[in-house]
């Protein structure tokens, strides 16, 4: 079945640290992929997306590529601020018509000046 | 602006009663989904909607009721039915199942 696995947090970093956050994924075929980032109390945001192997989705100073070959969509930013703290979702769409996405536990991370 | 509306912010249930959290949406998006987040157990989907007048189970529908009667519209019923009904619950929509999701602000549902 189709699945989504992050470690597990939380993360904690110093401001302008560098950012990595593992997700990988079992689907069938070639989903798209996606990251989310929720602030406290408010919903969910989409901060990026790849929709083909080796795609670069990247917005605000986080990037991710999506690799095929080891079933991955990994999060990372080259230095992070105290405002990127907050939890982040890796999430896929799957090929099979009809599925809503599937989304990971989330990975809390806590940036400190 | 387009997005996503719940409302109340904030819910308290008495114990046996039925409650309605409210979604509505001015994306004009066809798919519209309901979430529940517990603390450290990410989102949960509880119902989706691809279309007016359909709906679909989530991974943990009971206990919840829906409705699609309008495009814009996917309110989710509470029922006493459900025995643990205190989380944060998500709204989201997106212009077809599979597509990327926009998101309400949540509905915090407690327990008198």
């Known amino acids: 079945g189709n699945s989504v696995t992050q470690m597990e947090g939380p993360v904690t970093l110093s401001e302008e640290a560098f950012l990595t956050i593992n997700c990988t994924y079992t689907a069938t075929g070639y989903p798209s992929l996606f990251w989310y980032v929720q602030y406290p109390g408010e919903g969910l945001q989409l901060l990026l997306k790849?929709?083909?192997?080796?795609d670069k989705g990247s917005n605000k100073g986080f990037e991710a590529t999506y690799r095929k070959e080891t079933t991955s969509f990994h999060l990372e930013k080259g230095s992070v601020q105290v405002s990127d703290s907050a939890v982040y979702f890796c999430a896929l769409s799957p090929k099979e018509a009809g599925t809503a996405l599937i989304f990971g536990k989330g990975t809390t991370l806590s940036v400190s000046s | 602006d387009g997005g996503i509306t719940q409302s109340p912010k904030y819910l308290f249930r008495k114990e046996g009663q039925n409650v309605t959290l409210s979604c509505e949406q001015n994306l004009n998006h066809d798919a519209m989904y309901w979430y529940r987040q517990d603390p450290g157990q990410g989102l949960r989907l509880i119902y989706y909607?691809?279309?007016?007048?359909?709906?679909q189970k989530g991974d943990i529908a009971e206990g919840y009721s829906v409705s699609r009667e309008k495009k814009e519209s996917f309110p989710l019923t509470v029922t006493s039915a459900q025995k643990n009904p205190t989380a944060f619950y998500l709204c989201?929509?997106?212009?077809?199942?599979?597509?990327?999701?926009?998101f309400g602000d949540g509905t915090r549902l407690s327990i008198l």
């Open positions: 909607s691809q279309i007016v007048n359909d709906f």
């Open positions: 790849a929709t083909k192997a080796d």
């Open positions: 989201a929509s997106s212009q077809g199942v599979g597509q990327p999701q926009h």
